[in-house]
């Protein structure tokens, strides 16, 4: 059974392009979780999601983010127009259901240029 | 609500002696409770959980925390530390809030082994 599996690994995008994370939660997991770690910081979380349905958003920046778990295929987050201050590593979650454990991707680190 | 604070940014062991990291969790609810570790530009690895069974929780290369309800802490302990353990450590609280569930982090402690 692989692990929750985040691709790609490494992106660069310049300022104001988009930039689109892959997350493929584990077999058999329907809850994803995405965080958002800054330099230096701990990670914070941003939304949560079930298949088709945003169940919290509330760490979400109001603009130019958006995350999706369609029916079939990756959980994705979408960061439209990047900045500077969008750099970070962005890590996601999934969990069998909300009760159990999450277990960690290995993150997605997004370099703005 | 649900929060978790640990107490130190930094901490420096040699090695072969004892480490010990702090944490003190607020929660409303029964939480769930959990040790991370964060090698450099690496994912996040689970060191340990409690999920209201045994208090005293052994986890992986010799890590452990007890859980104290009483002192609303959970502080994460090894009796010798290894160079290998230099990495970040992030104490997590997990609960039920409002219909949903998700991870708390903390600000995250990093370990420095000296030789």
């Known amino acids: 059974n692989a692990g929750v599996m985040q691709n790609p690994r490494h992106l660069v995008r310049r300022r104001g392009q988009e930039a689109r994370l892959r997350c493929s939660p584990m077999?058999?997991?329907?809850?994803v979780y995405w965080y958002r770690q800054l330099p230096e910081e701990g990670l914070k979380f941003m939304v949560y999601?079930?298949?088709?349905?945003?169940?919290?958003e509330s760490g979400m920046p109001k603009e130019r983010f958006s995350a999706e778990f369609p029916k079939e295929g990756p959980s994705i987050l979408r960061i439209q127009q990047v900045v500077r201050g969008d750099s970070a590593a962005y890590f996601c979650?999934?969990?069998?259901?909300?009760?159990?454990?999450?277990?960690f991707g290995q993150g997605t680190r997004l370099t703005v240029v | 609500a649900q929060s978790v604070t640990q107490l130190d940014s930094h901490v420096s062991v040699s090695e072969g002696t004892p480490v010990l990291l702090r944490c003190n969790y607020s929660?409303?609810?029964?939480?769930?409770l959990f040790w991370y570790v964060q090698h450099p530009n690496k994912g996040l690895q689970l060191l340990l959980k409690?999920?209201?069974?045994?208090?005293l929780v052994k986890g992986i290369n010799g890590f452990e925390a007890e859980f104290k309800k009483s002192e609303t802490s959970f502080h994460l302990t090894k009796p010798s530390a290894h160079m290998s353990d230099a990495a970040e450590y992030f104490c997590?609280?997990?609960?039920?809030?409002?219909?949903?569930?998700?991870?708390?982090f903390g600000t995250g402690t990093r370990l420095k082994v000296l030789a």
């Open positions: 409690y999920t209201s069974a045994a208090t």
């Open positions: 999601l079930q298949k088709e349905n945003i169940i919290d």
């Open positions: 979650a999934s969990s069998r259901d909300p009760n159990t454990e999450a277990f």
């Open positions: 929660s409303s609810y029964s939480p769930s």
């Open positions: 997590v609280v997990s609960a039920a809030t409002s219909g949903t569930y998700k991870y708390i």
């Open positions: 077999k058999g997991h329907s809850h």
